[in-house]
């Protein structure tokens, strides 16, 4: 305090209170008007001993006349619309507001801020048209608009009166053309027009004019056609960017005359044919990007004699061989040619002249040794060779490669010891040498990995021991070691690899137990140990393991009692077959459909068929045949019996059939009798026909219809032999026959003949979504349709999963047990009748279960053979994207791929566009791709990896909220945006 004091005596002049000049009263106006909540204005008040505002957060003021010429307010968080204020400084040359939330229109009369010479507005909430009205402020040079969410035409009075030298409109709405106006626009030097939705359309040759053109960013424009020969007047352009359009034809030679050009990215396109072979006129070229386009011929030679840093030509069709004149280039950062038809060897001085950082060549014909230079320069960081010919060993010099982050070798020719360096590299964080022939141990340097995440070894001939030092890897997320000769003991301090999700040590010969402590695997989701020579017990605490989904121990020499605490698992896979455990299976698992997981361990044989026969198989081969054949008579007489029992029953059933046909459940008050129904049965009522049986219409008396289904098989033999497998169907069809929800199909009743199941259904006058969405009736099916339908049926799957009890996984969700009402309302059909049909015939068909239908079916239900919730999820992914794209979930069209793939593929090769059903209307593309990527979700090849019922509903709703505020911050670019295509793990 004294010493403020002090300071106010001896400041002069000695006036405790200064009024604010002009400059700072227009500035708290603007204060005013902007709506401040994380208070970044707080400087901006005249409690200041200055007249001036020069020293408010983000003003600057000329050092003669202290006049306000330039005011920053980057990043504040301000929202409000345009702070119109600002224009009364005289004087004000430089506003920026980037990244904040101002909002409205950008008025018209912005244009008094007459002594502008730059205006940047970038990043915010901005509506209503560019205003034309910026084109006549005389000194503006530089004007940044980009990402809000202007619509409609770059306004013409640019190209006749403004002398903006960069003009920047990326990332708006602008829905217009790109005008062949701005060919007169001479002054520019700059110009940002990516990122818009603009009305398809060429690129206009008159841009040729632009002849100040430096910056031409054209990227994600709606361009078509060809690119026009006039660009190659541009003779000061240093960037033309034309990635992500539908550019077809092949790249013109004149790109080539480009003189100062240094950079050209033309990738996502559909450029076809060959390369322009001349080069040498553009020696400034440094980036050449034409990936993802649909190139053939070879890499032109002179192309590579260029000072290239970056050459990009992956996912094309090229062939031939890399011209050995690219490693001359001093420049050389990046080589990315991967998904090519190359072949060849690569270029031996490769990184020995320049910095390599970065070199994917994978898929691709490649043979010949990894040259021994890539790392000469100590800056590799990625070096990715996947599915190749590449043989003999890795060279000595990259184990001293530091700079290494990435090293992807899986499934080449190469063998003989991995350099010891290289396993205890510091950056590296995924390190796959899998599917090679690579002999020796891991070194204990491994330790020094600590960033390794990644560590994929499988289908090697690894051998020795696994060292401890794996477990101080805190940062490992997989550990793939299968198919190996390793020995010894399952390290003990891996169980503290707490990030640990998948662990793979299968077929090899590890023995020793399960180590102790493994409840520290927090975040496991797969463990295989299969076809090792493990011993002791499996330990209890494997029950507590939270996410564990995939457990396979078979093959081992595993004993003792398979642990309760198993039954805490959501398993996809359970494997414990051909192990020497003994005792009782824990309840939930005493099943036949668990049988398989179960068999060949001596010890377990108790009550399921079929558990001690094929004990025998694996271990005690000599009693093997005896065994055989006497369960084979054992089965024979057993058979016998069966049939006759069957003959004599069935004659039995006959003389008491008018007394089996009523045996009626009523779930709900119903209005009719069951001859009503039986009598209608008729040829000329049936209205469809699935797996499990046929659907007839049926018009009651009252003039009610009801949708009547007959199931199949309905007395074949179930009912011979098990009076009780019938009270099963009736319990279970009771289960599903009381559930009430707006979005699932009401059963009304159901009968059980002897001779036929029946199941009595409201009608559902529209029939199925899948009849409509693939016949020529789509056209009722209109976006807002098409969402409202797939909202009701997360509903109603959402109630099975989450609010019966117990749960009820419907096993076949598609798009034909979607039901519509006349109002095209969506209700489940048919769900857990798969189940139902199955347990009335499982003497017949026990392991092949029908559950999920082509298409649809989750890709684990391959290996685990069960269903669950999480496929559910999965194929009702397959249903939003039948949504979305309109396509089947199989089409010859899609060759060996199913929907799920081919969406994924084409997202990545054309984006988003490629994939919408042509007949939605675009203005809602932006639901519609939010819905797409929810559905990508949903058909995540981990199980764990879907949301949930629940939350799936909660993404569908606020999908359309989101839509309803839409702002430009997120959303605009997708996530999918340009990712390093190789770069996802393959697994
Ligand atoms: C603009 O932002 C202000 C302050 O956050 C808000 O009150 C106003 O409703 C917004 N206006 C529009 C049109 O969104
Ligand atoms: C605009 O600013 C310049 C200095 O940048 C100054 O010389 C000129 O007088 C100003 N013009 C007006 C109209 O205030």
């Known amino acids: 305090m004294l010493v403020f004091l002090l300071c106010l005596l001896l400041s002069s002049p000695p006036i405790l209170t200064l009024s604010l000049n002009q400059d700072g009263l227009y500035l708290q106006r603007v204060k005013l008007g902007l709506s401040d909540p994380t208070n970044s204005l707080s400087s901006w008040d005249n409690n200041s001993r200055d007249e001036t505002p020069c020293d408010w957060l983000g003003v600057t003021c000329d050092p003669l006349t202290r006049r306000v010429v330039s005011v920053n307010l980057d990043h504040s968080q301000l929202s409000g619309p345009f702070p119109i204020f600002l224009c009364r400084l005289p004087y004000l040359s430089r506003l920026s507001m980037v990244d904040n939330n101002i909002n409205s229109t950008l008025p018209l009369d912005v244009s008094t801020c007459r002594n502008l010479t730059h205006l940047n507005l970038a990043w915010n909430l901005l509506v209503g048209t560019v205003p034309e009205t910026l084109a006549e402020m005389p000194n503006l040079r530089s004007l940044d608009l980009s990402a809000n969410n202007f619509t409609g035409d770059i306004p013409a009075r640019f190209g006749e009166v403004s002398r903006l030298e960069f003009l920047n409109l990326a990332g708006n709405l602008l829905n217009g053309t790109i005008p062949s106006w701005l060919g007169n626009f001479s002054t520019l030097k700059e110009l940002h027009l990516a990122y818009n939705p603009f009305t398809p359309g060429r690129i206009p040759s008159e841009l040729g004019n632009m002849t100040n053109l430096k910056k031409l960013w054209l990227s994600h424009c709606n361009l078509m056609g060809q690119i026009p020969d006039s660009l190659a007047r541009l003779n000061r352009l240093i960037n033309l960017d034309l990635a992500i359009n539908r550019l077809t034809g092949s790249i013109p030679s004149s790109i080539t005359e480009l003189k100062s050009i240094e950079q050209i990215e033309l990738f996502e396109n559909s450029f076809s044919g060959e390369l322009p072979v001349k080069w040498l006129n553009t020696t400034t070229l440094r980036r050449f990007d034409a990936s993802m386009n649909e190139l053939t011929g070879t890499i032109p030679i002179e192309l590579c004699e260029l000072q290239l840093e970056s050459l990009n030509l992956f996912e094309n069709r090229l062939e031939g061989t890399i011209p050995e004149s690219i490693a001359q280039s001093k420049n050389l950062y990046e080589l990315k040619l991967f998904n090519n038809k190359l072949h060849g060897v690569l270029p031996s001085q490769l990184g020995k002249n320049s910095p390599l950082g970065s070199l994917d060549v994978s898929y691709n014909r490649f043979s010949g040794e990894i040259p021994e230079s890539l790392c000469s320069k100590g800056s590799l960081e990625d070096l990715v060779l ?44 995924l390190f796959e040498l899998a599917e090679n022939s690579f002999t020796g141990s891991i070194p204990k340097r491994i330790s020094g990995a600590y960033n390794l995440s990644m560590f994929l070894i499988s289908k090697n001939q690894f051998s020795g021991s696994i060292p401890d030092e794996v477990g101080v890897l805190d940062n490992l997320l997989e550990f793939s070691a299968s198919h190996n000769n390793f020995t010894g003991l399952i390290p003990g301090n891996l169980v503290k690899l707490d990030q640990l999700g998948k662990l793979d040590l299968s077929e090899n010969e590890l023995s020793g137990g399960i180590p102790q402590g493994i409840q520290g695997w927090g975040n496991l989701n797969e463990l295989n140990l299969a076809n090792n020579r493990l011993s002791g017990e499996i330990p209890g605490e494997i029950g507590s393991l939270p996410v564990l989904n995939y457990l396979d121990l078979s093959g081992n020499f595993l004993s003792g009692k398979i642990p309760l605490e198993l039954q805490n698992l959501k398993l996809n896979l ?26 060949g361990n001596p010890g377990l044989c108790e009550d399921l068929d079929g558990l001690c026969p094929e004990m025998g198989e694996s271990k005690n081969q000599g009693y093997v045949w005896i065994l055989r054949s006497i369960f084979v008579l054992a089965g024979v007489v057993f058979v016998v019996g069966v049939v006759w029992f069957y003959v004599k029953f069935r004659n039995f059933k006959r003389t008491k059939k008018s007394i089996a046909i009523s045996k009626w459940k009523s779930f709900h008050k119903i209005g009719f009798s069951e001859f009503e129904v039986i009598d209608c049965l008729k040829e000329e009522n049936l209205i469809g026909s699935g797996a499990s049986g046929k659907v007839y219409k049926v018009v009651l008396r009252n003039g009610e219809a009801v949708a009547v289904k007959k ?48 199941l009595v259904y409201e009608y559902m006058p529209n029939g199925s979504l899948g009849d409509l969405l ?151 593309k932006e639901e519609i791709c939010r819905v797409l990527e929810i559905s990508l979700l949903c058909t995540s090849t981990l199980p764990i990896n879907r949301p949930s019922m629940r939350k799936v509903v909660k993404l569908l709703q606020e999908t359309s909220a989101e839509n309803k505020s839409k702002t430009s911050k997120d959303g605009k670019l997708s996530p999918y945006y340009y990712e390093d295509a190789s770069d996802q793990f393959v697994v």
Not at 577 to 592: D, F, T, V
Not at 910 to 917: A, N, R
């Open 774 to 924: 693939h016949s020529s009736k789509v056209g009722m099916l209109g976006w807002p349709t098409r969402y409202k339908i797939a909202l009701d049926a997360a509903e109603g799957l959402s109630y099975l999963h989450h609010d019966c009890v117990p749960p009820i996984v419907h096993r076949d969700v598609k798009s034909n047990n979607i039901l519509l009402d006349a109002e095209f309302s969506a209700r489940v059909a048919d769900f857990g009748v798969a189940k139902v049909v199955h347990g009335v015939n499982r003497g017949q068909e026990s392991m092949s279960v029908i559950a999920g239908s082509c298409g649809y079916i989750a890709p684990e239900y391959a290996y685990t053979l069960r269903v669950n919730e999480k496929s559910d999820i999965y194929s009702f992914g397959v249903v939003l994207l039948e949504l979305v794209t309109g396509r089947l979930p199989i089409d010859p069209e899609f060759g060996e791929k199913d929907l799920v793939k081919w969406v994924c593929t084409n997202l990545d090769e054309k984006g988003f566009d490629s994939l919408i059903d042509p007949k939605l209307d675009s203005t809602y």
């Open 386 to 429: 996947i599915h190749n010919s590449f043989s003999g060993k890795i060279p000595g010099g990259l184990g001293n490669c530091h700079s290494l982050r990435r090293v992807r070798l899986k499934q080449n020719l190469l063998s003989g010891s991995v350099p010891e360096g290289l396993w205890g590299l510091p950056h590296m964080y």
């Open 574 to 599: 359970l494997n414990l077959s051909n192990n020497q455990l003994s005792g009782e299976l824990p309840p939930l698992y005493a099943k036949e459909i668990y049988k398989s997981s179960f068999v």
């Open 711 to 758: 199931l199949y098989g309905g007395s074949k033999k179930g009912d011979t032999s098990n009076g009780s497998l019938r009270d099963q169907f009736e319990v279970e069809v009771e289960t599903l026959g009381k559930i009430r929800h707006k979005n699932i199909v009401r059963l009304w009743c159901c009968c059980n003949t002897g001779d036929s199941k029946l």
